[in-house]
């Protein structure tokens, strides 16, 4: 096996492993929540929450199902059995993207996989005679059953993986112009971090966009072809625009689900990694998570020459005026907020820090509940 990046380490036994995992587990459950915050903020429409919670379930599918393929790490040790989970400590937190590229590689194989395996009660009957009849522990029997559970779940499906493609839903019609709202999401390669697009346009063709035959192959290639991290919004956008003269791009999103930062896992600098070494908060509250969502929104549309006797419509699009910072960033405005336990909280508020006084605070309290507090 080849060696991990330099920022790149391995969970290397067992019980580590299981308290990253239920790290993770903790979490994507307080995701919904700031997902929540930020619709009565005005910043996502109700139907943008319904998809985002659809992909935020979908990463909690995932690390679950990870958990139980990692389950036996530093235990059940050999040629042919499962290496250990290879993860971002320096720049994400997260599994390397390669863990997500192998599992669906895992999932369009599992009913294979399971066909070959004794059923989960027969492994279970297994590992107590051979705990009451040897006397001994039944590892390698309990890495078979943790790794039937893992292809079970791939079966069940409803994974994040590294490439989630486009889908698209209603939105409303006028006067001709179709109006839907496009959603997809990638585990991006260069950051290891989980990206969610939304883009809501209009559609001025004959066909319905989901049902033209001609169309969405085209645009489902294209938008996925565009979604890395180096590519700014105003690029992606104007892209669309051009390549399809009946599809009008109205907005567009795209919300970077993390860094993860823990004292126990990641290594970082500055400011909050000294917020979280001075906090010193006891297991399951040694985190932060950031998240950075960009907007970029239309401000008007104009008609331009397309060919000698055609035209097209373009869209206009509004970029941060603050500081000439739009022509930089390539959107019309850009958010961060990070959540955080509340002892983690407590020294980021003493400290306040000048990187984090334009950061949206959400505080998860020690009964679960998220609060926004800026």
């Known amino acids: 096996m080849a060696e991990p990046a330099p920022d790149h380490t391995e969970l290397y036994d067992d019980l580590t492993a299981r308290r990253y995992f239920a790290k993770f587990d903790r979490i994507t459950a307080h995701m919904p929540g700031v997902a929540a915050e930020l619709e009565r903020d005005g910043l996502f429409t109700r139907p943008e929450i319904r998809l985002l919670g659809g992909y935020l379930e979908a990463l909690g599918r995932s690390f679950r199902a990870l958990s139980l393929k990692y389950l036996m790490t530093g235990r059940a040790e050999g040629p042919g059995l499962r290496a250990r989970l290879a993860f971002d400590r320096h720049e994400s937190g997260f599994p390397v993207a390669s863990e997500l590229l192998f599992m669906a590689n895992d999932a369009a194989q599992a009913l294979q996989h399971l066909d070959g395996m004794p059923a989960e009660a027969e492994l279970k009957d297994r590992m107590i005679r051979q705990i009451v009849g040897d006397q001994t ?3 390698a029997l309990q890495y078979a059953l943790s790794q039937r559970l893992y292809y079970q779940m791939l079966v069940q499906g409803g994974l ?14 006028d006067k001709g112009r179709r109006r839907w709202l496009l959603s997809w999401a990638v585990y991006d390669t260069l950051v290891n971090l989980p990206v969610v697009y939304l883009l809501e346009l209009e559609d001025t063709g004959r066909t319905p966009l989901p049902t033209d035959e001609r169309r969405w192959p085209a645009v489902q290639s294209h938008l996925m072809a565009q979604s890395l991290n180096g590519l700014k919004l105003l690029t992606i956008a104007q892209g669309f625009d051009t390549d399809f003269d009946d599809l009008h791009p109205l907005r567009l999103k795209r919300l970077h ?3 993860m930062y823990s004292s126990a896992f990641t290594l970082q600098s500055g400011p909050i990694g000294e917020v979280l070494a001075e906090a010193r908060a006891p297991e399951g509250q040694d985190w932060a998570l950031v998240w950075t ?9 104009q008609m331009e020459k397309t060919g000698w006797f055609s035209r097209a419509e373009r869209q206009i699009f509004a970029l941060d005026p603050f500081a ?3 022509a ?5 405005a850009t958010g961060r907020f990070v959540i955080l336990p509340e002892r983690p909280y407590q020294v980021l508020a003493d400290r306040n820090p000048p990187g984090f ?5 959400f505080v998860v309290s020690s009964s679960g509940q998220v609060l926004k507090v800026r």
């Open 137 to 139: 522990i039944p590892t």
């Open 160 to 173: 994040f993986l590294a490439r989630n493609d486009v889908q698209a839903q209603w939105l409303a019609e």
């Open 257 to 259: 689900l993390g860094p």
């Open 293 to 301: 969502l960009e907007r970029l929104e239309t401000s008007g549309r």
């Open 324 to 326: 000439g910072r739009g």
């Open 328 to 332: 930089e960033t390539g959107a019309t």
């Open 357 to 361: 006084r334009d950061v949206t605070r």
